[in-house]
């Protein structure tokens, strides 16, 4: 734009010297008479003379050309220098004629000055006894005499047209038509930018004449009969009804997926031997949207039904009857009062629909065919058994091992579903049927649901259903919400017609975009799987042989039990409901003792004792950082009983210290936080200066083999024993977070999401900064121990297994408290969680299920991943087949002989 800028005079030149025509201009093609018009459509030479005008346009009589004044270039037309629109030749006048007509241009009178048109159409219906016709066109409105043919086998006037590339508005006494591109056109401005028809044909009508567009002849009611024509002839060309002259059956005009397993069509004929039985699962999405109404139009408005039930809009006769035969039940909500079950019965005044509901296939997203039902209320159950009685017995989709079908309340409307699929006099399922349905809920939507819900109803613990979403109509809603603005004031034949259009060019382009997708969804998948096995085989690393045992156990059992009673599900949600206080885990005074003990029974005389005195030396180190945090948390203005507290506690640090060595040294990092929150602005130092405050105990340097500068020869030995100590103080530190966080997140649950008032909870938020003052506290002695593992030559194995400890890894555990949180499908637990599984679950209870919980939805994680794995690598080859079915049907359409 910059560089544009620079030079957009020269391009403000060109475009006036375009409007502009030199004195005395001759012709650019025969080079004798002067230039009188220009060609806005033609490339190359335009300024031309009257008879060169006509000659170039004699086979392109719907260019616009403008007329020299003089002064100035206005509008004009190819009728005025003789062009004539001849059929049955190929362009040429019939020779059959009586008196073929050998027309001469001569110029037609100069339009009058107060004509605003600038004498866009002859005087008359007819110009030389040739019937002049309206002719709309991609760039305006024109008027153009036509000669029909006069042979004798020729047939009639508006079939003519039709060969010619004009369709008719109507059969008797044409006056008007619309070029085939222009048709297309108009079809494709509808579906990509969702333009009415009025639009359009304003356009149409500023092309024509821009200054007094009002001038130009109204074709619109036209445009819009002949444009539902030449859609429904499109789409009967398309699906092969233009060679077979059959009338199309029910959901015959309609596309659908490509990559779904579908018998007959795009599977193997031995797909039934295969064991993998969840792999062949048909997959549906309900939904209902409330943006594509219909208004109540006036009384007397009639129209035809071009369709009824080819497309994806249901037939509307049995549909109706359906509704009125239909007496619509209150049920009470087992759920929370959604508004899909809130509005059901709510009527939406000046409508006479107030949304649609509608299937798709749950992976890919394509519209099923016939399912497009009206609603006349809210999302009525009457509503949505039609709908799904239609999407399930539409194609092979029956012959399915099982059936996917996920909806927004799928855990109110399965109750009774069997009940009214066999009392539905005009619904084609069976309560039979149903058998094969597995119910589920959208991973959106069901974080909107009760607690059990999620574990009842997600996709995420369904086996078979890979990583479905269950909400992918959502996104098709939004491209079809543009629809519905023109679709609510359309006559309901016109409304049927063009949804039944965006939704096969929907279909369309998802078919087109399956490889690509496909491709890109593999390699995302084979990645995915890949951590979700490492997240996996991290917690099954440290649990017993016995605990992986059971727990699987537990998925099959659900899993199986699922079938009959969705309950059996809710053992992937944390069964302990009420704070269990944590057993006391091994403090780090008797993991220092058992060393020590060792030591004196395996080491040689002249070193035993050193690990007790590292052990006093680590212990004064974490008394100093507890004081540390201590003066901290009292700030500056300390009170008489603070004051007294810290001296005591200095007094009993400085004679801990009093027997230790004055040597040169570097001192451990500061701690992190002294206050009781997870997240705060203080910060830790990595650099580790030396402190500056040294006459107080808390800051005196304690001289260990980690904190040396320079490590004495007699102390090679008290090295290793110091990282012994350091790590098993790592461990314990990260023992004891762990069994804090576990048990801070049990008190949200608790004492805070579940706490009946405001007292309780004010407790519960208490007893949660305490929980953080103890994890803020074992964080700074894992830094501190961990700081000094590299300065006593620990192996980097350990380092990178012994990571930094974030305010992230600390949090409350969302599987516990809030187990409906969203984004956590694909969140792995924090890698502090990973490290003693077998050890968590014998020291505490509450440990011990929130790991059982954990690990079941990581194995419910990697399982996901594999089918989705699966199932993409098996749908790029249904895609194959399906193009391939499609062909070969395609291929006999071309050679059946009738």
């Known amino acids: 734009m910059r560089q544009w800028l620079r030079s957009y005079g020269k391009y403000l030149t060109i475009f006036i010297e375009r409007s502009s025509l030199l004195p005395q201009t001759k012709c650019s093609i025969c080079q004798t008479s002067l230039a009188k018009y220009r060609c806005l459509e033609c490339v190359g030479p335009t300024l031309t003379c009257l008879h060169c005008c006509y000659d170039k346009h004699t086979n392109l009589p719907l260019h616009r050309i403008e007329e020299w004044m003089g002064t100035h270039f206005e509008p004009s037309w190819l009728w005025r220098v003789g062009t004539t629109v001849y059929l049955g030749h190929n362009g040429s006048p019939c020779p059959s004629s009586a008196s073929p007509d050998q027309n001469i241009p001569s110029p037609a009178p100069t339009p009058l000055k107060d004509d605003i048109t600038y004498g866009s159409k002859p005087p008359g219906r007819k110009l030389r006894g040739h019937p002049v016709l309206v002719v709309v066109h991609t760039n305006g409105i024109h008027h153009l005499p036509f000669v029909p043919c006069s042979c004798a086998s020729t047939e009639s006037f508006h079939l003519q047209l039709l060969h010619a590339g004009f369709y008719p508005s109507t059969e008797d006494d044409v006056r008007s038509t619309f070029t085939c591109q222009l048709l297309d056109y108009y079809l494709t401005e509808t579906l990509e930018c969702h333009t009415s028809t ?100 006036r009384e007397g ?266 309950k059996a599900m809710d053992i992937f949600n944390v069964t302990l409901f009420k704070h269990i206080a944590p057993t006391p885990a091994p403090t780090l005074k008797d993991v220092q003792a058992d060393l020590i003990e060792t030591e004196n029974r395996t080491d040689t005389l002249n070193t035993v004792g050193a690990t007790k005195w590292i052990t006093l030396g680590i212990d004064i180190q974490d008394r100093q950082l507890q004081l540390i945090l201590l003066l901290r948390r009292y700030g500056k203005a300390q009170t008489r009983a603070q004051i007294a507290e810290i001296k005591s506690r200095r007094e009993r640090l400085s004679a801990q210290i009093h027997d230790f060595f004055h040597i040169d040294i570097v001192s451990p990092p500061l701690p992190f936080c002294m206050c009781d929150e997870e997240e705060c602005s203080h910060k830790g130092e990595s650099s580790n200066p030396l402190f500056v405050e040294d006459g107080l105990p808390e800051y005196i340097k304690i001289p260990l083999p980690s904190s040396v500068t320079h490590i004495p020869s007699c102390w090679t030995q008290l090295t290793s024993s110091e990282l012994k100590l350091r790590l098993a103080q790592c461990h314990d530190c990260i023992s004891r977070i762990r069994l804090e966080v576990g048990n801070k997140s049990f008190i949200f649950k608790s004492n805070i999401r579940l706490a009946t008032g405001k007292k309780d909870r004010l407790r519960g938020y208490a007893a949660v900064a305490n929980s953080n003052r103890v994890v803020n506290y074992q964080r700074a002695i894992y830094t501190q121990a961990r700081w000094c593992l590299p300065r006593l030559g620990c192996s980097s194995g350990i380092l990178l297994k012994l990571k930094e400890i974030s305010p992230n890894n600390v949090k409350a555990i969302p599987v516990v408290y809030n187990p409906q949180a969203r984004n956590q499908r694909n969140k792995p637990m924090p890698w502090i969680w990973a490290l003693d599984v077998a050890g968590d679950a014998a020291n505490a209870a509450h440990l011990a299920e929130l790991h059982r919980v954990n690990w079941i939805r990581a194995k419910c994680r990697l399982t996901r991943w594999i089918e989705e794995h699966t199932l993409i690598s098996e749908e790029m080859g249904w895609v194959l087949n399906y193009f391939n079915h499609e062909a070969a049907k395609w291929e006999a359409w071309a050679t059946d002989p009738s």
């Open 198 to 297: 009025h639009h359009f044909f304003t356009k149409l009508r500023r092309l024509t004449n821009p200054t007094f567009p009002q001038s130009t002849v109204d074709r619109y009611r036209e445009l819009m009969r002949v444009g539902r024509q030449w859609r429904f002839l499109q789409e009967l060309a398309m699906f092969g009804f233009a060679n077979s002259h059959k009338y199309p059956g029910e959901g015959e005009l309609a596309l659908f997926c490509a990559a779904c397993p579908q018998p007959g069509i795009n599977l193997p004929k031995n797909w039934q031997d295969d064991l993998r039985e969840w792999l062949y699962t048909r997959g549906f999405v309900i939904d209902g949207n409330f943006v594509c109404i219909y208004r109540m139009l």
């Open 301 to 566: 408005t009639l129209d035809m039904w071009l369709k009824s039930g080819e497309g994806y809009t249901t037939a509307p006769t049995p549909y109706k009857k359906h509704i009125d035969s239909t007496v619509g039940k209150k049920e009470a909500s087992k759920c929370y009062d959604h508004r899909a079950i809130a509005d059901r019965h709510k009527a939406h005044k000046g409508c006479d629909a107030s949304g649609i509901g509608a299937l798709a296939c749950s992976r890919h997203g394509a519209f099923v065919p016939t399912t497009i039902v009206d609603f006349q209320k809210g999302e009525r159950q009457m509503n949505i058994d039609y709908a799904l009685s239609k999407g399930l017995s539409y194609g092979p989709t029956l012959e399915a091992p099982s059936i996917l079908v996920l909806y927004d309340i799928a855990c109110q409307f399965l109750i009774n579903a069997p009940k009214r699929m066999d009392s539905g006099e005009h619904l084609e399922l069976t309560s039979e049927d149903l058998k094969k349905v597995v119910w589920g809920i959208g991973t959106w939507h069901v974080h909107g649901h009760k607690e059990e819900c999620l574990p009842r109803f997600s996709p995420s613990f369904i086996p078979g259903a890979g990583m479905t979403s269950g909400e992918i109509l959502e996104s098709l809603w939004s491209v079809l919400n543009e629809v519905g603005l023109t679709t609510s004031v359309m006559t309901l034949p016109h409304r049927a017609e063009v949804l039944d259009a965006n939704m096969l060019d929907n279909n369309w382009k998802k078919m087109l975009g399956l490889i690509p997708t496909l491709s890109k969804n593999l390699i995302t998948s084979r990645k995915e799987q890949a951590e979700a096995q490492g997240d996996f085989d991290s917690l099954s690393s440290t649990a017993l042989p016995q605990q992986i045992q059971d727990w699987s156990a537990q998925i099959a059992d659900a899993e199986e039990g699922r079938r009959e009673d969705v």
